[in-house]
């Protein structure tokens, strides 16, 4: 569904910056023979495979999966839980598209509506897709409200972004998107397949909504031996809750820790082009998730961040009092920086 060649697309992302991109048609692996042909004549430059699991109660990537997957809901026992067993059951992981795109007859099933859905088996969720001016204000909240809602369920999903690019970055409408707009970027230990599909698996993601150029993060939570829990880690165990936001390219916009889906206090003006700031939160005893979110002059969002799970000891006295505390460190780690749909 696309008139760019291979070449072309890879071209055009890294011309953008991006290591990689995800490659995918609608209910098809066709393209996957091409894409390896293609991946010959690359080089420092990744094609990742994929498949748009097409349905008419929604659409999902199958990254990684290197067979066809059923897509015929209702017809021989096809069904989104046979479709995502399928996916998960040859190596791949598979990532919801634009859950809340409701555009009735002009995008027929693009949200996504299947009751028997097993999202412990899903791996990560669009919070955004496509044109930054049109869907950030229009679609955007209501894809990270379904997000939280199922975060609150107990499901813990990354925080993937789509272009949607049909054209290889020729197309410049209003309610179109180019390659990298948004940006998925995945912490992982070299560029291969196996590793981008092992970094969303484990939620290591952020999304630059608006493109690359966006403003880079590192947003961690400090263990007891002063080493950095990071962003989609499942951190127990902790006397306190000290998390350091470092924002790189970031100046004029703001900070914000969202836990367990909301606000904590205010968010913090980005003075600086290297800016770190620490946040220290009260714990609650119980398991909680936060994440941090860029927002343009506090409006919108510009950069939203997967999860870190985080669990601090109350006090003896309950109260989970703690003082300020000074800057800390930063991530350490590698980051690859790419397209998700």
Request: proline share 3%.
């Amino acid at each position: 569904d696309a008139n760019a060649t291979l070449p072309q697309i890879a071209a055009f992302a890294k011309g953008r910056g991006l290591d990689f991109v995800a490659i995918s048609d609608h209910n098809t692996i066709a393209q996957h023979g091409l894409i390896a042909e293609a991946q010959k004549t690359l080089s420092n430059f990744l094609l990742l495979r994929s498949n748009e699991v097409t349905t008419y109660q929604g659409h999902g990537n199958a990254l990684g999966a290197a067979a066809y997957v059923d897509h015929r809901v209702g017809f021989v026992g096809a069904s989104a839980t046979t479709i995502i067993n399928d996916v998960t059951a040859q190596g791949g992981i598979f990532t919801v598209n634009h859950p809340e795109l409701r555009l009735g007859g002009e995008c027929i099933g693009c949200a996504w509506d299947h009751a028997d859905t097993p999202w412990d088996k899903v791996a990560g969720i669009e919070v955004h897709t496509g044109a930054y001016d049109v869907v950030e204000m229009l679609f955007t909240p209501k894809a990270i409200a379904r997000w939280d809602a199922l975060e609150d369920a107990g499901h813990h999903l990354a925080a993937v972004g789509g272009s949607d690019d049909h054209r290889g970055g020729a197309e410049m409408s209003a309610n179109k998107s180019q390659i990298g707009s948004p940006t998925t970027v995945v912490w992982a230990d070299q560029l291969s397949e196996a590793s981008l599909i092992a970094g969303i698996k484990q939620q290591h993601t952020y999304v630059k909504l608006r493109g690359p150029a966006d403003p880079d993060v590192e947003f961690t939570v400090r263990k007891p031996d002063d080493t950095q829990g990071m962003i989609g880690d499942v951190v127990t165990d902790l006397n306190e809750l000290v998390f350091t936001v470092h924002v790189v390219g970031g100046a004029g916009t703001y900070a914000g820790l969202w836990r367990n889906g909301a606000l904590v206090d205010k968010e913090v003006p980005v003075t600086s082009d290297d800016f770190t700031n620490t946040i220290v939160v009260p714990p609650a005893g119980a398991l909680e998730r936060f994440r941090l979110e860029l927002t343009d002059e506090g409006r919108y969002r510009v950069v939203v961040t997967s999860h870190i799970y985080a669990q601090a000891h109350l006090s003896d006295d309950g109260c989970g009092c703690q003082s300020e505390r000074g800057a800390g460190a930063g991530l350490l780690g590698s980051v690859v920086i790419g397209l998700i749909g």
